[in-house]
């Protein structure tokens, strides 16, 4: 029996277990104060795009999600918590079939404090778009969802809180392995002598363990956060790992194989929230410093100033947020050559820069690398203005969701346009809607993915 056979055997033993235990509870075997709640969804859906080659219309990414979550506690001193999903389908042209344990962590809780351990998605930061103080918890940026939330990824961990007052408290996170983020590189169409390998688990290096501590307050209407970040940033860089170049031929032909490889930062950063009137205000400031120099490695970013300040405002049925968003490179030097995504190298060009005394070809593609993950993390310019925008209203009492949201930046001229409707016909049964589309202007992050990203998306989801 194949290991995903195992693990179907062992959830199908779980659920009638786990069912029996609610029910003892639902006829009072078990002492009131101890509750055990099981519960979940079943999904299924598509994403549809049209192929730039024939304009005909293809699914590249269909799902079929089941998902079995567990609240377990007795009220007061402690909770647990488990989230376990799996996914059959495919995902841009690929088979995919996969359990996921999202979340599965136990809280004790003291008079004044509480200790969380193991698998948990904890999320720093009040904006509604860009977030720069969430630093502990990767997301799959690729993942195939009508739930957005699902991008999210959780890391093993210890988290500790401790409530002195009732205006302050402390939270100390502890990650002692690295998990990666998915970037939008997979899918990309690559050149032809490029290959790129992904982080595909835990990187349980001993030099590899990170840590964050946030201070919170609450006085007089206004929530606000100082954050400090030490270790390893959730999204890694691409690093040129190898390179070679065959001269035999009458044209030669490089060959370039690059990695995605982490790098460690500190974070600085300030949070608040408040209200002013109808109005809910929020924002978010950051200091991100490499330990190491983007000028001696190409994955590492350069240092970066971020600033984000946001608005909601309610209305009966209607729900507006807006969001402006930047940020400043302090050390900022420009690029000297292009990034190697994008297009690929002509031979003949590649022939004209090896005769030139002293070139050194592997140093140039390094540098495109470099240029690169400049464009990656919009730090090809000294500084970057963006805004986002979501209109959402209910209608007939609820059961219809309509909702627009974009983003754009205004440096980059990169843009998102994200409509979706979703239709809850009767309790526990829900229907999803909508559409992405990227654009932006050429080389650019969202021109180079558009073609895989831009979608039209329906999903249908049952709770129980």
Same mark, same amino acid.
């Given at each position: 029996?194949?290991?995903?056979?195992?693990?179907?055997?062992?959830?199908?033993?779980?659920?009638?277990?786990?069912? &029996?235990?609610?029910?003892?509870?639902?006829?009072?075997?078990?002492?009131?104060?101890? &509750?055990?709640?099981?519960?979940?969804?079943?999904?299924?859906?598509?994403?549809?795009?049209?192929?730039?080659?024939?304009?005909?219309? !293809?699914?590249?990414?269909?799902?079929?999600?089941?998902?079995?979550?567990?609240?377990?506690?007795?009220?007061?001193?402690?909770?647990?918590?488990?989230?376990?999903?799996?996914? !059959?389908?495919?995902?841009?042209?690929?088979?995919?079939?996969?359990?996921?344990?999202?979340?599965?962590? @136990?809280?004790?809780?003291? &008079?004044?404090?509480?200790?969380?351990?193991?698998?948990?998605?904890?999320?720093?930061?009040?904006?509604?778009?860009?977030?720069?103080?969430?630093?502990?918890?990767?997301?799959?940026?690729?993942?195939?969802?009508?739930?957005?939330?699902?991008?999210?990824?959780?890391?093993?961990?210890?988290?500790?809180?401790?409530?002195?007052? *009732?205006?302050?408290?402390?939270?100390?996170?502890?990650?002692?392995?690295?998990? %990666?983020?998915?970037?939008?590189?997979?899918?990309?169409?690559?050149?032809?002598?490029?290959?790129?390998?992904?982080?595909?688990?835990?990187?349980? /290096?001993?030099?590899?363990?990170?840590?964050?501590?946030?201070?919170?307050?609450?006085?007089?209407?206004?929530?606000?956060?100082?954050?400090?970040?030490?270790?390893? /940033? *959730?999204?890694?860089?691409?690093?040129?790992?190898?390179?070679?170049?065959?001269?035999?031929?009458?044209?030669?032909?490089?060959?370039?194989?690059?990695?995605?490889?982490?790098? &460690?930062?500190?974070?600085?950063?300030?949070?608040?929230?408040?209200?002013?009137?109808?109005?809910?205000?929020?924002?978010?400031?950051?200091?991100?410093?490499?330990?190491?120099?983007?000028?001696?490695?190409?994955?590492? #970013?350069?240092?970066?100033?971020?600033?984000?300040?946001?608005?909601?405002?309610?209305?009966?049925?209607?729900?507006?947020?807006?969001?402006?968003?930047?940020?400043?490179?302090?050390?900022?030097?420009?690029?000297? @050559?292009? #990034?190697?995504?994008?297009?690929?190298?002509?031979?003949?060009?590649?022939?004209?820069?090896?005769?030139?005394?002293?070139?050194?070809?592997?140093? !140039? @593609?390094?540098?495109?690398?470099?240029?690169?993950?400049?464009?990656?993390?919009?730090?090809?310019?000294?500084? !970057?203005?963006?805004?986002?925008?979501?209109?959402?209203?209910?209608?007939?009492?609820?059961?219809?969701?309509? %909702? @627009?949201?974009?983003?754009?930046?205004?440096?980059?001229?990169?843009?998102?346009?994200? *409509?979706?409707?979703?239709?809850?016909?009767?309790?526990?049964?829900?229907?999803?809607?909508?559409?992405?589309?990227?654009?932006?202007?050429?080389?650019?992050?969202? /021109?180079?993915?558009?073609?895989?990203?831009?979608?039209?998306?329906?999903?249908?989801?049952?709770?129980?």
């Amino acid at each position: 029996m194949n290991s995903i056979s195992l693990k179907i055997a062992a959830l199908l033993i779980l659920i009638p277990v786990m069912a &029996k235990s609610q029910n003892d509870l639902s006829t009072g075997s078990i002492e009131e104060s101890n &509750k055990k709640i099981l519960y979940g969804f079943v999904r299924g859906g598509f994403y549809s795009s049209i192929d730039d080659a024939d304009d005909k219309i !293809y699914i590249p990414s269909a799902f079929s999600d089941f998902a079995l979550k567990l609240d377990a506690s007795d009220g007061v001193r402690f909770k647990g918590y488990a989230d376990l999903r799996f996914r !059959y389908g495919t995902e841009f042209m690929e088979p995919v079939t996969r359990f996921d344990l999202r979340e599965a962590y @136990v809280t004790v809780n003291g &008079k004044t404090w509480d200790i969380s351990a193991g698998q948990k998605i904890i999320k720093w930061g009040r904006a509604d778009f860009t977030n720069p103080t969430q630093k502990l918890s990767p997301q799959n940026l690729l993942n195939r969802s009508t739930d957005h939330e699902d991008m999210d990824i959780g890391n093993l961990l210890i988290d500790a809180r401790w409530y002195p007052s *009732p205006v302050f408290s402390i939270e100390a996170v502890a990650i002692p392995y690295y998990r %990666s983020s998915v970037l939008l590189i997979e899918p990309l169409d690559l050149p032809s002598y490029v290959n790129i390998t992904q982080i595909e688990s835990l990187i349980t /290096d001993k030099k590899m363990f990170t840590y964050g501590v946030k201070a919170n307050f609450q006085i007089k209407g206004v929530d606000f956060s100082f954050s400090w970040f030490d270790g390893y /940033d *959730p999204m890694p860089g691409v690093r040129l790992s190898d390179f070679s170049i065959d001269t035999i031929g009458f044209i030669p032909f490089p060959s370039a194989s690059l990695a995605m490889t982490p790098y &460690k930062i500190k974070n600085i950063g300030f949070d608040f929230e408040t209200t002013l009137g109808s109005f809910g205000i929020r924002g978010e400031a950051t200091w991100t410093l490499p330990s190491l120099s983007y000028k001696t490695y190409e994955y590492v #970013p350069c240092q970066e100033i971020k600033w984000v300040a946001g608005v909601d405002w309610m209305k009966g049925m209607w729900r507006i947020t807006g969001e402006y968003s930047g940020k400043a490179i302090p050390d900022f030097e420009p690029t000297s @050559v292009e #990034p190697f995504i994008g297009a690929e190298l002509d031979p003949s060009v590649l022939a004209t820069l090896l005769a030139l005394p002293g070139f050194d070809l592997e140093d !140039y @593609v390094r540098q495109q690398v470099a240029s690169f993950n400049r464009l990656y993390n919009y730090q090809l310019e000294k500084s !970057y203005h963006s805004a986002g925008l979501r209109v959402e209203t209910d209608l007939f009492y609820g059961k219809l969701t309509p %909702s @627009v949201t974009t983003l754009y930046n205004f440096t980059s001229h990169d843009y998102m346009i994200m *409509p979706e409707l979703v239709w809850k016909p009767v309790d526990g049964l829900s229907i999803t809607a909508g559409g992405e589309y990227f654009s932006g202007r050429e080389g650019s992050v969202y /021109d180079i993915v558009d073609e895989f990203m831009n979608c039209f998306k329906l999903g249908l989801k049952v709770n129980f």
